[in-house]
């Protein structure tokens, strides 16, 4: 298996926009296997040792030590600064335009040292586990830009968008990243304002790294997946070419959340047991209606391309 390229289904778009609900279902689905925000493999896993979903830290879960280990056999595991520097230097508009100019990762600073680093991890996992699709919900438009530019990487993105003045009402929420710790790691916020640019820009450039592979890329929107699961479902399997026979989720939009091994994420990826996929539209009540307004004006371009304005 080692020489074969690995299949990865990378979910892109902005957070808070329900990739960690996606990608927990997609891991129950036969032959793939959830991973979470691989993106973060460098700081939050190595450097800071922060919980994998199945609440051990990084360094104590058998799954990410064995993947570790047979990535780098023979090696120490990288140094992650100089990895998470080049990650973060891999922005929206930087990959937006060298993909738009036909560059490839490696011909920007850092790309080629971070994907050799990436392909021996991701082959390990597939060659650990077994399974046909790793799916990764680093959602990063530099993330994609490197997965699409790997010639050891199968790659396929699913363009994950949901209506901005829910994510906008989202960011607004404390949410624990981490509870681990004398003082829990709480993720980040934003304001209306900022999340509303950043919804832009990355859906943006989400696009523009995958619009030369229209074979390669899906659009999905929340609201049609948590609507209908399984026929979301079946369609991203379609996408990347597989056969499944039964889906996860039954009658009632219920799935039972099996044990993965997810890095970074919505806390939501630490649940266990039968969970229901359902709507959450706490915004169009909470939401203020100048946020509202606010968030309205600032997408309005990709609110219509979307569909969000085509009436409720």
């Known amino acids: 298996m080692s020489g074969d390229p690995v299949k990865v289904l990378f979910i892109g778009g902005f957070g808070r926009s329900g990739s ?19 993106s973060y493999l460098w700081d939050r896993g190595i450097e800071q040792d922060r919980l994998c979903s199945c609440k051990n830290a990084f360094s104590a879960c058998p799954f ?6 047979r990535a780098f ?8 600064a100089p990895l998470v520097a ?21 011909d ?10 990436l392909e021996p991890v991701y082959r390990a996992i597939r060659d650990e586990t077994g399974c046909r699709v790793i799916v990764d919900s680093s959602k990063a438009p530099g993330h994609g830009f490197l997965l699409r530019s790997s010639s050891a990487i199968d790659a396929y993105a699913l363009h994950l968008v949901r209506d901005p003045r829910a994510v906008a009402y989202s960011w607004q929420k404390k949410m624990v990243y981490d509870p681990t710790g004398e003082e829990p790691m709480y993720m980040s916020r934003h304001s209306p304002l900022r ?51 039964k889906l996860p989720v039954d009658a009632s939009n219920r799935f039972e959340m099996g ?32 946020q509202r307004l606010l968030v309205r004006t600032l997408t309005l371009p990709l609110l219509l391309r979307y569909g969000y304005l085509r009436g409720r």
């Open 64 to 69: 990410w030590s064995r993947v570790v280990a």
């Open 195 to 245: 999340s509303s640019r950043l919804w832009n820009t990355w859906n943006l450039a989400t696009e523009r790294v995958w619009r030369s592979l229209p074979e390669r890329y899906e659009r999905l929107r929340y609201e049609e997946f948590v609507g209908s699961p399984a026929a979301s479902l079946r369609r991203i399997v379609d996408f990347v070419g597989e056969r499944v026979e």
């Open 20 to 38: 960690t609900l996606l990608d927990n279902v997609l891991g129950q689905v036969e032959g793939f296997l959830s991973c979470g925000e691989i």
């Open 259 to 290: 044990a993965i091994h997810a890095l970074a994420g919505n806390p939501s990826r630490f649940e266990d047991g039968p969970i229901e996929i359902r709507s959450d539209d706490k915004w169009r009540r909470e939401l203020p209606g100048w």
């Open 73 to 80: 056999a023979g090696t120490a595991a990288p140094d992650p």
């Open 86 to 106: 080049a990650r973060e230097s891999l922005t929206p508009k930087r990959v937006a335009v060298a993909a738009m100019g036909g560059l490839a990762a490696r």
């Open 108 to 117: 920007l600073d850092g790309g080629g040292a971070l994907l050799d680093c």
